[in-house]
């Protein structure tokens, strides 16, 4: 019934999180009894180690599923890994290449595949690892991983159905193709970003004219593509040439000059060259006006055949340059402006995206996406917070079908042969000997793979053991909730909803909670470039800078970012321990799209818990020798337990009511100010008034007793689903305790006996009185041991019914003599005055607690001291320069700082009139 003197982290989270795998408290079974409630771990990426948006979705996963454990519902937590095809691929790649100086080409498909799997099985399960350290209490049996043997069999079941229900097919369609990656991305994987560059004008000779036609264009290279001039056909501009051609320069080939709509004629000179195998938009204008398509840039973006000999083999770059050059010698360009070009970037290699026209296979996404919007729109599935649905709905309702084809070899790869004989595809579950047209042998599988997000997008129902209808299935599908960030609403989000409505005929989950964005303190996002990425073991168990550094510079992060990091983190970081960091992420997360994670703000966290700590040893010191639960007699105990068995019950139904509409931030805060202002600061103040009262008999100090034990036991369950190491260990030493761990008990007891309004309402009083009183003792420097004469002056006889009341807990709390009057007639003008309320104040006579001269001299000089603040403030406040030039948080800093002094001036001559 012991605990250590100090709080140490280190020493008690790893007993716990043994004792919890060997108990196996966190497994699910369908087959118990209990109202399901499931949540799906977004699957981190199989390359990734655990950083803070994973620290924070994660944490407030494990605060619902360990709340609905409490609660006895049947809670799991499904845990697993994503294949992340792309980036799986790249990494392994580079390690070949670095360490062995061979490509994935020189090793062939199947042995680089072998290769991957040998990484995936040494590194893949790093993650997993972390994640248990932060005492997630996933059911780790169930761990899937989106290329395992059922994941895979599910996704060709997919594939297979789409395919037969029309919704998956095979077509020539423009791309975006990442010439780094050597694969198709989806729109979602494209950064559209502006840049600087230019804009050139091309004067196109009309045939059989002297007269040119001028276009505009920030890719020259890609005339040596265009087959047509597009004018839109209400420019009385152009009207007579619609149908003519002009003569391609330095290509040889004459193109038509075309109408079409899309043509603005207000934008430069109302003519648009048209390249339809570069351009998704010349794309469509091409297919409008019958346009032939001539790609001249191939998938290494550099320059192809019909290109001109003298082009081809250059790259983009290259190309553009000497296309200028060209037309420019030929008397052919026209003006070159400054412009910021729109230019699309593959999210993942940072190339330059080139559109480009390639068979892929799609997903039909309207059909799908039709139920989703549905759904939502009756509520089936709720988003919180509820702004995210008008994102989700408007995707949705202007969706373009998947491109889900990727030229990768890691990931499920595509289930269609190709003839060899009569070009038949034969799309199947298993893989086929012969061709189902014409039975040849002579058939070979599509060697892309499918994009990750497919995989990803069964994830709700593929993990439970779909196709097949197992008890996990019809117990545990829909999920609860999606906890997951609003940065993949698309690419995950919307599109599980898309699949769980098609094959399961429902919505794979009830809710979707999006949580805020986790950026450094200054609100930037937390980047290896910038230098501020915060590792949340880190924080967990602390790091030297120089520890920071040398992981920094192993991962290639540069010198530029490792400056920023030496400024942001100089002493690098204090060990906090898990349940501090927990503690915060959930303080933190606040409705909005990012929060700012401050350091400090974690450390005061870590304080909160140690000031638990030191109240359960003062709790447990006044247990010693009880062996069970200490019945309470009602009729002995006083306000201050009322109040605080009240307020128990207050804040255990507020918690409550916190989870269930995911207010985690109310939820932490709430635990927060009852358990370090209530209980600590207050309750258990006044608690050693009794049990250091020589007076009170040995009945009222046990059933003090029963009360402590009894707020203390409810705060360790209160707490264990955020806290759950320092929750376990605490309510490990309360008397009663069985051997049963805190997180398999109820987490609210039934406490609605205890409500009492006028219990609470009657203690702040006691409180704002006390707090005023004590106010008044410091500011005059009177020592804590000194007993003051008080009166309390107040017109309001509630009030002073209730003071008469509760005489003795004030007097015991705030140590005076108290006197109780309805007004000033009897007070000292030499008295300083504490305002409590509009009706209510305390007065205490300086007499003889103060030397009025020295104290004049000691206020006046304090005075002068901070009016030459103020007026230094003010001044900087009134300079335009500094307010135009300055930052905004300086400019907020001044101005708080302003305000404090100001306060702080005004009751320096408050203090001094009282004794002038």
Not at 863 to 892: C, H, M, W, Y
């Amino acid at each position: 019934m012991t605990l250590s003197k100090q709080y140490d982290p280190s020493v008690i989270e790893d007993n716990w999180r043994e004792l919890w795998a060997k108990k196996d408290l966190f497994a699910a079974n369908p087959q118990d009894a209990g109202e399901s409630f499931a949540i799906t771990l977004p699957p981190p990426n199989v390359t990734g180690s655990l950083h803070m948006g994973h620290a924070m979705g994660s944490t407030l996963q494990d605060i619902l599923i360990r709340v609905a454990r409490m609660r006895g519902q049947n809670a799991m937590w499904m845990p697993g890994t994503d294949h992340a095809g792309i980036a799986t691929q790249m990494l392994v790649e580079r390690m070949l290449m670095r360490t062995e100086k061979t490509s994935r080409h020189d090793l062939g498909r199947e042995k680089f595949l072998e290769r991957v799997w040998e990484w995936k099985e040494k590194f893949g399960g790093r993650i997993g690892k972390q994640m248990r350290q932060i005492g997630f209490s996933l059911d780790w049996k169930r761990e899937r991983f989106t290329m395992d043997e059922s994941s895979s069999l599910a996704v060709r079941k997919v594939f297979v159905k789409l395919y037969k229900d029309g919704l998956m097919y095979r077509a020539n369609r423009m791309v975006n193709w990442d010439p780094v990656s050597q694969t198709v991305v989806s729109d979602l994987e494209v950064n559209n970003v502006d840049e600087s560059g230019h804009l050139w004008e091309l004067k196109y000779p009309i045939t059989g004219s002297d007269q040119c036609i001028v276009v505009a264009t920030t890719r020259p290279e890609t005339m040596l593509g265009d087959t047509g001039v597009a004018v839109h056909p209400e420019d009385d501009r152009y009207k007579n040439l619609i149908g003519k051609t002009i003569d391609l320069p330095l290509t040889g080939r004459k193109i038509p000059i075309v109408a079409d709509s899309f043509v603005d004629p207000e934008f430069g000179s109302g003519a648009v060259k048209v390249t339809p195998a570069h351009d998704f938009n010349d794309f469509e204008c091409g297919k409008r006006c019958n346009l032939e398509t001539i790609a001249v840039i191939d998938k290494d973006a550099k320059m192809c055949a019909p290109s001109p000999t003298k082009y081809v083999g250059m790259t983009v770059e290259e190309a553009r340059k000497s296309i200028v050059a060209d037309m420019e010698a030929a008397g052919l360009l026209g003006e070159v402006k400054d412009y910021a070009v729109p230019r699309g970037r593959s999210d993942r290699s940072g190339a330059v995206i080139e559109p480009m026209l390639s068979d892929q296979w799609f997903v039909k996404a309207d059909v799908l996406a039709k139920p989703a919007i549905e759904a939502v729109e009756k509520g089936e599935t709720k988003f919180v917070p509820e702004h995210w649905t008008k994102t989700y709905n408007h995707w949705l309702k202007n969706i373009n079908d998947w491109c889900v084809s990727r030229q990768l070899w890691w990931g499920h790869q595509i289930p269609a042969w190709y003839c060899n004989v009569c070009q038949h595809v034969t799309v199947s579950e298993t893989d086929p000997d012969s061709c189902e047209g014409c039975e040849s042998a002579e058939i070979s599988q599509d060697s892309d793979v499918l994009d990750t997000w497919f995989s990803s997008a069964l994830w709700p129902f593929s993990t439970l053991g779909w196709p097949e209808q197992t008890d996990s299935l019809a117990k545990y599908y829909p999920n609860s909730v999606l906890v997951t960030g609003p940065d993949i609403i698309f690419f995950w989000v919307a599109r599980m909803m898309m699949m769980g409505l098609y094959f399961q005929k429902e919505v794979p989950f009830r809710a979707v909670y999006m949580t805020p964005i986790v950026t450094d303190e200054n609100g930037d996002k937390m980047s290896k470039t910038k230098g501020n990425v915060i590792d949340p073991l880190d924080v967990i168990y602390g790091a030297t800078l120089e520890e920071l550094l040398t992981r920094a510079k192993e991962n290639g992060v540069s010198d530029k970012a490792m400056a920023k990091t030496k400024k942001l983190f100089p002493n690098g970081f204090s060990a906090t321990g898990v349940d501090a960091l927990r503690f915060s992420l959930c303080a933190l997360a606040l409705p909005g799209k990012y929060i700012r994670l401050s350091m400090d703000r974690v450390e005061g966290y870590r304080n909160f818990i140690n000031k638990l700590w030191n109240a359960s040893r003062f709790v447990l010191m006044h247990l010693e020798g009880e062996t069970d639960t200490i019945e309470i007699d009602e009729s002995l105990i006083g306000l201050p337990e009322r109040w605080i068995l009240a307020r128990l019950q207050q804040v255990s139904r507020e918690s409550g009511e916190a989870v269930d509409s995911f207010r985690f931030s109310d939820l932490a805060n709430g635990i927060y100010h009852f358990v370090w202002g209530d209980f600590c600061d207050w309750y258990i103040e006044a608690a050693k008034v009794t049990l250091f009262d020589d007076e009170a008999t040995e009945l009222q100090k046990r059933s003090v007793k029963g009360v402590l034990l009894m707020v203390l036991k409810q705060i360790t369950s209160l707490m264990s689903p955020i806290t759950p190491f320092v929750a376990e260990e605490i309510a490990s030493k309360l008397p009663g305790y069985q051997g049963t761990c805190v997180m398999s008990g109820a987490w609210t007891a039934e406490l609605s006996r205890y409500q009492d309004s006028k219990v609470v309402e009657d203690m702040e009083l006691i409180k704002d009185v006390t707090s005023a009183i004590r106010s008044l003792r410091s500011q005059y420097q009177a020592p804590p041991s000194k007993v003051l004469s008080v009166t309390v002056v107040s017109s309001n006889q509630p009030m002073i019914d209730t003071l008469n009341l509760q005489r003795d807990v004030i007097t015991k709390l705030a140590k005076v003599e108290l006197s109780i009057a309805a007004d000033h007639s009897d007070t000292s003008k030499q008295s300083a005055r504490g305002v409590v309320n509009a009706s209510l104040e305390v007065v205490v006579p300086l007499e003889g607690l103060v030397d009025f001269e020295a104290e004049r001299i000691r206020l006046a000089k304090q005075i002068t001291k901070a009016e030459k603040e103020v007026t230094k403030v003010s001044g900087k406040l009134s300079n335009e320069k500094f307010l135009q030039r300055a930052p905004a948080d300086v400019v907020e800093a001044e101005k708080a700082k302003l305000a404090e002094e100001n306060e702080k001036l005004a009751k320096l001559k408050e203090s001094l009139a009282a004794i002038s």
